[in-house]
C-alpha cells in the first residue's frame, strides 16, 4: 500500500510539507533556524519591519534564511486597516522574493481577532494587483466563502487567538469552511502543543501555519520535530477514515470460544 | 563635503536627518550603511523600485521608509 500523502499546493506551487512556521519570538537567529530545520517546514512567514538604523549591525531575517531553500511568506502582521494591510503587502512584494502575502488585518487589541470586513477589502485590492493572497481569517464560514470568492489563493482560519495556544476551539466550523471551499484551507494561529496539531489535521484541513508553540517551547527544535510528526500523523488519520464513535463498549477479542 | 548650509532635513524611519544636498537615495542608503539588496524603500509613501535608487535624487523634505524582513508570523 502507498502511504504517501498528495502534495499540498497553493497558487500553483506545490510543498510536501503541510506545515508552515513563523519565524518571531525565537530567542535567538540560531534556535530558530535549527527550529525551521526540523519542523521540515518548506514555507516560513516574515514581517515587514523598519530597519532599526541606530543599530546598525542588526540584521534581517534574510541573513539566517535562504530564500532559494525556503519559501519566505510576507506577512501583514500588525495592521489594524485594509489601506495598512495594502501598504505592507506592497513592500513585501517589492523585496523581490514572491508576490505571495500572507494578509492579516487586525480588528481587537485584547483577543487579536480579524477584521473580516478590512481583511476582505484588502484582499480584493491585492488579488486585483496580482498578488497570492493566503488570508487569515476567523472560523466563519461565510466570511471564508467571502474570501474565496475574492480569489484568494488559501482561507487560513485560526485555530484560536494568535499567540494564545488554546488549540482548536471550533473543530465543528474548521471542518465546515474545509468542507465547502475548493481552495486550501490552512488553520493559522492558536495551536498550543502536538496534540492541537493532529487533531487539526484530523479535521481534514490542508495545513497548519504556527509560531509561538514551537518559539516559545522549552526547546524549539524538539517542539518542531513534534509538530512535524503531529501535522503527519493528523493528516494520515484523516485520510484513513476513523472508526466511528460509540456510547458502549465493543469488544475487541472473540466472545465465541471462550472456557465454559 | 557640501557644509551644512547646503545639507537637506529629511525623514528617515520617522527621525529627522540632516542629509549633504546633492544625495541620491543610492547614496543615503550607503550613508545609512545599508545594502540595497537587502531593504526595500519607500520614498513619500511611494515605493521606489531597487532599479531606481541610483538615479533618484534625494530632496529637502523628503520622508523615507526603509524596511526590511524580520521574524514573524
Known sequence: ??????????AGRSFRSRLIV???????????????????????????????????????????????????????AGCYTAEDAVRYARLGRAAGLNDWVKLEVIGDQRTLLP???????????LVAEGFRVLAYTNEDVVTALRL????????????????????????????????????????DAGVGTASDACLTMEQGVDG???????AEARQPERMAHAMRLAVEAG??????????RREVAVPSSPSAGMLD | MPSMMEGMRVTVNGAAREVPA?????????????????????HNR????????????????????????????
Open chain 1, 208 to 214: 497548519i501555519l504556527m509560531n509561538t508553540a514551537i
Open chain 1, 115 to 125: 477584521d473580516v470586513i478590512a481583511t476582505l477589502e484588502a484582499a480584493k485590492v
Open chain 2, 22 to 42: 546633492g544625495l541620491s537615495v543610492a547614496g543615503l542608503l550607503r550613508e545609512l550603511g545599508l545594502q540595497p539588496g537587502l531593504v526595500v524603500v519607500e
Open chain 1, 148 to 187: 474565496e470568492d475574492a480569489g484568494c489563493a488559501a482561507v487560513m482560519p485560526l485555530a484560536s487567538p494568535i499567540g494564545s495556544g488554546l488549540g482548536l476551539v471550533n473543530p465543528y466550523f474548521v471542518r465546515e469552511i474545509k468542507t465547502r471551499l475548493s481552495c486550501p484551507v490552512i488553520v
Open chain 2, 46 to 73: 511611494e515605493i521606489l523600485e531597487r532599479s531606481r535608487v541610483g538615479e533618484t535624487g534625494v530632496h529637502d523634505g523628503d520622508v523615507f521608509e526603509i524596511v526590511h524582513f524580520v521574524g514573524g508570523g
Open chain 1, 22 to 76: 513563523g519565524t518571531g519570538k525565537y530567542r535567538d537567529n540560531p534556535t530558530m533556524v535549527r527550529a525551521i530545520e526540523a519542523s521540515g517546514a518548506e514555507m516560513v512567514t516574515v514581517a515587514v519591519r523598519r530597519v532599526d538604523l541606530d543599530r546598525t549591525k542588526e540584521e534581517g531575517v534574510l541573513f539566517h534564511l535562504d530564500p532559494a531553500r525556503i519559501f519566505l511568506l510576507p506577512n501583514t
Open chain 1, 1 to 10: 500500500m502507498n502511504l504517501q500523502d498528495e502534495r499540498l499546493e497553493i
Open chain 1, 235 to 244: 493528516r494520515h488519520a484523516f485520510l484513513s477514515g476513523r472508526m466511528p
